[in-house]
């Protein structure tokens, strides 16, 4: 099975950096297309970028092009979003979740996504 957790968040300035990771206890890791998703109080969750199975294929909302990047290590069992040139509006909850459809496309809906994480709170403060 897929049990996800987010680590990595917390209060950065505006223009900073920050790394965040989610790491999967199971062994089947590698068979998974992974996507992060971040969320604010009051609106719908939002889409923030995805990963193929392998590692091969990325796609990310517009509002993050440029500026987030992400990446996954199999061997470790873990994902990544490197979140650089940070905004006030990127304050949000980061949840990374897992869809078993796998292979080489990146997913951009919820609905495609079965496993869930429960999230790091990511703050960007001016």
């Known amino acids: 099975q897929v049990q996800l957790v987010e680590s990595g968040g917390e209060l950065v300035q505006a223009g900073g950096s920050l790394r965040l990771s989610c790491a999967n206890s199971?062994?089947?890791?590698?068979?998974?297309?992974m996507g992060w998703f971040r969320q604010t109080p009051g609106k719908e969750r939002e889409f923030v970028g995805g990963i193929s199975s392998t590692g091969g294929r990325t796609y990310y909302a517009d509002s993050v092009k440029g500026r987030f990047t992400i990446s996954r290590d199999n061997a470790k069992n873990t994902l990544y979003l490197q979140m650089n040139s940070l905004k006030l509006e990127d304050t949000a909850v980061y949840t990374c979740?897992?869809?078993?459809?796998?292979?080489?496309?990146?997913?951009?809906?919820?609905?495609?996504?079965?496993?869930w994480g429960q999230g790091t709170q990511v703050t960007v403060a001016a």
């Open positions: 199971g062994r089947t890791f590698s068979r998974y297309s």
């Open positions: 979740a897992a869809s078993p459809n796998g292979g080489t496309y990146v997913w951009t809906t919820i609905g495609e996504y079965v496993y």
